[in-house]
């Protein structure tokens, strides 16, 4: 596909721009079969970035606009790998486990080091990929209001290969296909993109639907309860809520998918946020609960959603540093 022709302009480039958001769907897009509209891609189990590359110096940050370029060191020769061109890229920051698949638990030890100790966890093998899908601006001039499928082969013509760094693939049509092979494989899912579609910074208006093997749900932290046995005295389950017109409304309590380094870690960040009183709107957790200030953002995995608002059997997978409490609502 030829590329179209683009103005030459000069705009001011943007210090960031929101990324653009998947709606959950329980299904392949696509009628009668027909899916041939759009773009398929797998889907990165890591944390969003949008990657800033100008004048040589790269900028990265998160979903919420944080600045995690120090977190990262691995990926700042990137803008170099640019050339003469400044950039603004989106893609997924992802950590590969011992059998090369995408895994959210190999990258949580990256999420919340920067500068020099995020230097010495890469050192001690825990590098990253920077798995890039999008391409939004270029030398001067936003391509946001281009289709998808373009900005596609705008990015592939900079042919950014390096060792933190690449391209991801993605295909046009044979949806079902591409999620059979996640689901062999053992991966997360698929994402898919409407090739016509513009880029819509911080929608998530439908053009772009994630498609997953596994239910998961990022909640936020409200309270939690001490253990028994080995954990006691220490954090034994974690109250959960997703935010509704009322507030937060509580989901539950997830008490499995923790590892002792994780319950260390925990106990401290919960330990800085203590509040005397609940910051659940409607429904409370169980009597003894301790509560405190609603802003850490884990994701779970579950089985289900109860019919009265509650996970069922969810298990923990991680701190979300990317994402901002306020904005976590229910997805399925």
């Given amino acids: ?63 919420n606009g944080n600045d995690i370029t120090t977190a990262y060191p691995e990926l700042a020769p990137l803008a170099q790998g640019l050339g003469a061109h400044d950039a603004i890229l989106d893609g997924e920051i992802v950590a590969f486990d011992e059998h090369g698949r995408p895994s959210f638990a190999a990258l949580q030890p990256r999420i919340h080091l920067r500068g020099e100790a995020a230097a010495h966890a890469r050192a001690r093998g825990a590098p990253v990929t920077y798995a890039i899908f999008d391409l939004l601006w270029l030398d001067g001039e936003s391509l946001m209001d281009l289709p998808y499928g373009d900005r596609r082969a705008l990015l592939g013509e900079l042919d950014l290969r390096g060792e933190h760094w690449r391209v991801s693939s993605y295909q046009r049509g044979g949806g079902e296909a591409l999620l059979a092979a ?132 969810p298990s923990y997978r991680g701190l979300r540093e990317d994402k901002p409490a306020a904005a976590i609502i229910r997805e399925g």
């Fill in 182 to 313: 996640t689901r062999e494989q053992g991966l997360e899912g698929v994402i898919a993109k409407r090739l016509d579609s513009r880029y819509l910074p911080g929608n998530r208006a439908g053009a772009w639907l994630k498609i997953k093997h596994h239910q998961s749900q990022e909640v936020v932290i409200g309270g939690w309860s001490e253990g028994r046995g080995a954990r006691a005295g220490r954090v034994g389950a974690l109250h959960i809520g997703v935010q509704d017109e009322h507030g937060l409304r509580y989901a539950g309590r997830v008490g499995t998918g923790f590892t002792a380094a994780t319950l260390a870690r925990l106990g401290e960040l919960l330990a800085a946020r203590a509040r005397e009183d609940s910051p659940f709107a409607g429904p409370q957790p169980p009597r003894g609960a301790h509560f405190v200030e609603p802003d850490l953002v884990c994701e779970v995995e579950f089985s289900e959603w109860t019919t009265d608002g509650m996970l069922r059997h």
């Fill in 1 to 63: 596909m030829c590329p179209p022709a683009r103005v030459t302009a000069q705009e001011e480039m943007p210090s960031f721009v929101a990324p653009m958001l998947a709606r959950l769907s329980a299904r392949l897009p696509g009628a009668e079969g027909d899916d041939s509209g759009w773009a398929f891609e797998v889907k990165w189990d890591g944390v969003r970035a949008i990657a800033r590359c100008a004048h040589g110096e790269l900028t990265l940050r998160s979903r």
